[in-house]
Nanobody, 125 residues
Framework: QVQLVESGGGLVQAGGSLRLSCAAS????????MAWFRQAPGKEREFVAA????????YYVDSVKGRFTISRDNAKNTVYLQMNCLKPEDTAVYYC??????????????????WGQGTQVTVSS
């Protein structure tokens, strides 16, 4: 079955960096656009970033532009999210997601076929 397994979350001070990884199995990775979402306590799950099948195209929510970078390695079936200049408002559970199509805009949760289990990111002030 399809599995998306995130890692790399943790506690970091404001201004610090973290790199999230998501290892995929059970699917033809190169045929899926990949995305990251996040969900803070009491809030809806929100889109963060997406990357196209080959990695040539990326899209970010405005609040993370210039600070976060999404990338993928199709040989390793892995997608990454490099997060720099972290802010307390970035605190959330971060989810890896696989979608059958790439859009150059924010994704909606109902456009996602597969989800990871999530990894906690906590940014202290």
């Amino acid at each position: 079955q399809v599995q998306l397994v995130e890692s790399g979350g943790g506690l970091v001070q404001a201004g610090g960096s973290l790199r999230l990884s998501c290892a995929a199995s059970g699917l033809t990775f190169r045929k899926y656009a990949m995305a990251w979402f996040r969900q803070a306590p009491g809030k809806e799950r929100e889109f963060v970033a997406a990357i196209s099948f080959s990695g040539a195209n990326t899209y970010y929510v405005d609040s993370v532009k210039g600070r976060f970078t999404i990338s993928r390695d199709n040989a390793k079936n892995t997608v990454y999210l490099q997060m720099n200049c972290l802010k307390p408002e970035d605190t959330a559970v971060y989810y890896c997601a696989a979608a059958p199509a790439y859009y150059n805009r924010n994704y909606y949760p109902n456009e996602i076929h597969y989800w990871g289990q999530g990894t906690q990111v906590t940014v202290s002030s």
